[in-house]
């Protein structure tokens, strides 16, 4: 089996290297930086999408969410008849079914793939959900690769989707209320106080730890995040819901991106 990567970030080289799968593997990115960390590990880099794809068996989609739809246009003419197009990307249900729809027609098979957790440290661990015709080859073929914690929930593509999405909602609004809620405690001055008392009533995890950790994450990947967010809007919308919370979120988020904020590292003696 040969596996292409579109893309390769965080997600693609994180893989590569937990997987170790070297020359079985070729990833393209459009950014001609990330070639010396692929060669690095043994992977191929190539020039162009069409050279990455072909004759691959296995292709692990991993762009940002606003180019998920124009990742799959770009490369269904070069698919390999029955490959798989295993998109991981962080995007609306509707979106998936648009690529779907455009891999398919190619003559390949598109799968549904939602990755419920970052992957760092999880790496081949992260927990995925698969969706679509192709999803229960796709996982067989995602466990040769060495992913180990997989589950199909379904043949209707966007199913996988709908769950990681609407997750979001929770995962990455608490992120962007911590930030608001930080930014107006440490102007109040009142930052160990809100904190000792958020503390006081949960337990479960220091407001110390929790706090650092979603800013962090914001500070890191808001922009990748907003983005998301932004899909997991569309599909509240699709359903229904008016997606007030979830489109403050994404402004957050956006906010956030490449502005850590300072907070406190306990409480005080």
């Not at 800013?215 to 899909?231: K, S, V, Y």
Request: charged content about 20%; overall charge neutral.
């Amino acid at each position: 089996m040969t596996i292409a990567l579109i893309g390769f970030g965080e997600a693609g080289s994180t893989f590569a290297t937990a997987a170790g799968w070297g020359a079985r593997a070729i990833a393209f990115d459009i950014r001609a930086d990330r070639a010396p960390v692929a060669q690095a590990l043994g992977l191929g880099f190539a020039e162009s999408a069409a050279q990455a794809l072909a004759g691959a068996d296995l292709v692990l989609s991993l762009v940002t969410a606003d180019a998920a739809l124009d990742a799959a246009r770009t490369a269904a003419p070069h698919l390999a008849p029955a490959a798989l197009w295993c998109d991981m990307n962080s995007v609306a249900p509707d979106t998936k079914r648009a690529a779907a729809a455009v891999i398919n027609a190619a003559g390949a098979r598109y799968v549904d793939v939602a990755v419920l957790a970052p992957v760092h440290p999880a790496r081949l661990a992260v927990p995925l959900l698969l969706a679509g015709d192709a999803a229960v080859p796709a996982q067989a073929a995602l466990a040769e690769a060495g992913f180990t914690h997989i589950r199909t929930v379904g043949a209707e593509i966007g199913r996988a989707s709908a769950i990681k999405m609407i997750r979001s909602v929770m995962v990455k609004g608490i992120e962007a209320l911590t930030a608001e809620m930080m930014l107006a405690a440490t102007r109040a001055g009142v930052a160990e106080d809100v904190l000792d008392s958020l503390d006081a009533s949960e337990r479960s995890q220091s407001w110390y730890a929790r706090a650092a950790y979603n800013i962090e994450r914001m500070a890191t990947h808001g922009l990748r995040r907003a983005a998301e967010m932004e899909e997991s809007a569309k599909t509240l919308a699709a359903l229904g819901v008016e997606p007030l919370m979830t489109t403050g979120t994404v402004r957050r988020q956006r906010k956030q991106a490449g502005h850590p904020l300072a907070t406190p590292t306990g409480p005080r003696s």
